[in-house]
């Protein structure tokens, strides 16, 4: 029997994997409806902006600066405060966790201010078992003071001595330093990894659990023919998913979109091709749907989630971490995902990364055809 190509039965094994797509609710559940959830949890319940902080707040003064700043405690965009008049009864609340710092305005603040011209000393007690936490209650309490300090010295006519330096930030392309412009962007790449991964993980599973790869090995059909007809429909759906996430993170979280449509569907499609070889490459080598769908998971969202630069840093962590980093594809999406949106077509970016991809993709592919051997064994 010939393996060499023909057109006639490419197409006949393409309809025929298409007819199976459509007959089986699981892969449009992957497609579709795992994105839209993975994408909610990720849009929502991840989040690095700043929102308002409980805090306790320990008055012992009835002077009218200790009332003026715990005023401007109240007024804070950034916490939520409770107020006592004694630090022992926040306490409690600071080991239950109801607040995460108790700024202590002393007995003898107003004095003290009116002496030093508003520059009085308070005390910011935070909870050291959440060393960011404390770290971002103890900074913003302190400006909360230090910006009422000028705003007293203001009312008195009297201008503090300006800082020898001053510096003037400017962030581009997201001057509100909005997280969810760049998680959400991650979040696609985390989301189009595990639907990758996961839509090819079980197609030749399925062909060995149901007995039709024997019929199939049959045919004068080649490996390579057999792998490509499971590809392109997958591939396909893979765009549709990227499609919805791309809609859902412009129109329902508010990301910018500043690259152009052409620039996503190139670098979307570069990154199918490893996420669909690698599911190819397990799912040829385990010959089982369910371990076919565990080791996906393990060897697809766990990198890819704690070593593509999604929630930790890269050059952050240690050396010998950032050298696996180069073993994740999704390495090399988030990057040029992030910049799309936020920033626009750069192709001295994308393209070193989108050849990372494609090889990446090469050596799946080679390896899940080498894995597919016309034998049954």
């Known amino acids: 029997m010939s393996a060499r190509f023909d057109r006639r039965r490419f197409h006949a094994m393409l309809v025929k994997e298409s007819l199976q797509i459509v007959r089986d609710p699981s892969t449009f559940l992957i497609a579709f409806v795992l994105p839209l959830l993975l994408l909610f949890l990720f849009g929502y319940g991840v989040s690095l902006d700043t929102t308002r902080t409980r805090i306790g707040l320990a008055l012992q003064d009835s ?14 965009p950034w916490f ?3 107020e006592a008049r ?19 305005i002393p007995s003898d603040f107003g004095e003290k201010a009116a002496r030093s011209r508003g520059n009085a000393a308070i005390q910011i007690v935070t909870d050291g078992a959440l060393p960011n936490t404390a770290g971002f209650v103890a900074a913003y309490a302190e400006g909360v003071r230090a910006n ?22 400017r962030f581009w392309f997201n001057p509100e330093l909005a997280s969810r412009y760049f998680l959400v962007p991650g979040a696609i790449a985390i989301v189009m990894t595990m639907i ?60 910018p979109f500043r ?42 969202f766990l990198p890819s989630m704690l070593l593509s630069g999604f929630l930790f840093e890269i050059s952050s962590m240690p050396t010998w971490i950032q050298y696996l ?53």
Not at 244 to 250: F, P, Q, R, S, W
């Open 63 to 76: 002077s009218a600066p200790a009332l003026s700043l715990a005023s401007a405690y109240r007024n804070s």
């Open 196 to 255: 990758g991964t996961l839509l090819t993980a079980l197609v030749v599973a399925r062909e060995w659990e149901r007995g039709t790869m024997e019929a199939i090995m049959a045919t004068p059909v080649g490996m390579g023919e057999f792998l490509a007809t499971k590809v392109i429909p997958y591939f396909l759906l893979g765009l549709g998913s990227m499609t919805l996430c791309t809609l859902l993170a412009i129109f329902v979280f508010g990301v």
């Open 325 to 377: 980093t180069y073993a994740v594809p999704a390495r090399y999406l988030i990057p040029p995902l992030q910049t799309v949106f936020v920033a626009g077509d750069i192709w001295s970016l994308f393209l070193p990364n989108m050849a990372a991809m494609l090889g990446f993709g090469l050596l799946f592919f080679t390896l899940a055809v080498r894995a597919t051997r016309r034998r049954i064994a």
């Open 259 to 300: 690259g152009s449509p052409f620039a996503l569907l190139v670098i979307a499609s570069a990154f199918l091709v490893p996420a669909l070889g690698q599911g190819l490459l397990i799912s040829a080598a385990t010959k089982n749907q369910f371990v076919s769908s565990q080791v996906a998971l393990i060897t697809g």
């Open 148 to 169: 009422w300090a000028m705003a007293q010295a203001a009312e008195r006519g009297t201008k503090p001595p300006a800082p020898p330096i001053q510096i003037a930030s």
């Open 86 to 104: 004694d630090v022992h009864t926040l306490k409690d609340d600071l080991v239950a966790g109801r607040v995460r710092g108790i700024v202590v």
């Open 80 to 82: 939520e405060v409770k």
